[in-house]
Each structure stands twice: as C-alpha cells, then as structure tokens.
C-alpha cells in the first residue's frame, strides 16, 4: 500500500507530470555567483520533457540572499516561456533556511524567543535577516525589550520582504515533490521510512538522521532524493536513496543532477 496522500493534487506537495527528466539543484544558501553559472550550463542542456527543481535552502548563508532570490524567480520564469512549459513543471522546495524564516516572523510567539534566535543564528539565519534591512542586534535588541518590541521588529521585518516581492514565493514553496507515476520522491533534507509522506512535519528539515536509515523502498519509490547533507559529501548514491550537496555556501560546490525518470542519474553540473 502506498504512503503517499491520496489526494490529486496536495496543497503542500508538488506533482511532476510527464516527467521524463528532471533537473534537481542543491542547496544553494544565498551563493548568486555559483547560481547564475550553474543556470547558464542547465540552460544549454535542458530539452522537451525535462522539468526543473529546487531542492530548498535559497536563503542563508551566503552574502546575497535577495538577489539569490530574484535570480531563482527570473531563471524559473524563463524555463517557463519555452514551449509546452507549464507552471507546475518548475518546483522550488521549502528548506530549513527558508522554514526558520517563516518561523523567525513570528518570533513574538516563541515561548523562549533568545534560545530560538540564537539557535537560528547558529544555523546561517543571519544572512538573510542582513538581506532584508535588519541583523542580529536589531532582533537581540527587540527581544530584550519584550514582547511588543518583538511584534514591532518582526511587522518591520515582514514589510521589507514583502516589499522585495518574496512573500509569494515563500507561500508557495512545497514541502515535497514527486513524479506522476511515483517513481521518485524529492525532498529538501530528510524522510522518515516509518511514516507515511503527509505525516512527515518537521523531518523534511530536520531528518537527516532518518534519510540515512532508508534502506529499502519507500512507499513504493524507486529513489528519495534530498539535496541538503550536513556532511555536504556530494552526489551519494545507494540503492534507494540520492543525496545531492556539495556544501555551497559552506565553501562548496553547488550541484545540479539531471535524473532520469526512474530514479537514474544521466549528468551532473558542478560550479
């Protein structure tokens, strides 16, 4: 029996149709340089039948966040104008980076909101607080002030981002995708084997202990693929799973795989 919600098209989950490659890009974490060369090269190879996927983590780390951002958003779009293109051909996965920030908006709710901000700091959220009017001090300073201070900096905070035109995107970012015909499930970092896909919550993020125990099909999928490995080991292939990240924007590689249907790799760019 599968796992997967049996729902035509989940709000949360992305559906590639007729899907005979797919271009599958790794965590980028705000590294615009390696970006628009990684963009150049999927360009040239990209064919009738290929679909494009982000797999998470635009935001954090890198010193160009935003404009990280309106590159993904220009490159999707031009993909989009090639002919028999549809908007659901082109998937952008939310990461952690981009989990934490919806949740760093709404940090006024936070029953510890230092240790909560901290913790983000810890995990490369300072970039993108950088990128959009703020930093660290200024969310260090709202919070010692107490909660009101807290709601006025995070209503600041959202202002700026809405008025990059970003806050579109981050609602509609999926938490998982996979073919039409289930062949292969992509996710931004983890999938636990022992829940079902619509029970997943927090794992797409933070699983990665859990992505390292498939050892088996799961539901049914011929490969799970995630493209965010805390060890950034690069493309590493076993016989159910690809993990696919080479550590850009901690001073690696940014890579693209182009994966054929049945969960085959038939090229990879690395910038």
Known sequence: MRLIPDMTEPAIFAVLHCAQRIWAISSIHGDVNRLNNLHTAVADKFIPGDRLLYLGNILGR???VRTTVDVV???????LSRRNMFTHDVVILRGAQEEMWQRLLQLQFAVDPSDVLEWMLDQ????????YDSSAEDARAAIRQGPMAITHWTTKLRAAFQAAGHQEWLSSLKHAAY?????????????DPERPLDAQADTFWWGARAFDTVDSSYSGFDKVIRGFDPEAK??????????????????GALLAACIENDGTVLDLIEV
């Open 179 to 191: 073919t039409r015909e289930a062949t292969i499930l992509f996710v931004s970092r983890g999938i």
């Open 73 to 79: 958003l220009t490159f999707r779009r031009l993909i």
């Open 234 to 251: 690069g493309l590493v292939e076993k016989p159910f799973t690809i993990s696919l990240d080479a550590g850009c924007g901690r001073e």
């Open 124 to 131: 490369g959220i300072g970039a993108t607080l950088d990128a």
């Open 62 to 64: 890198g010193e160009n």
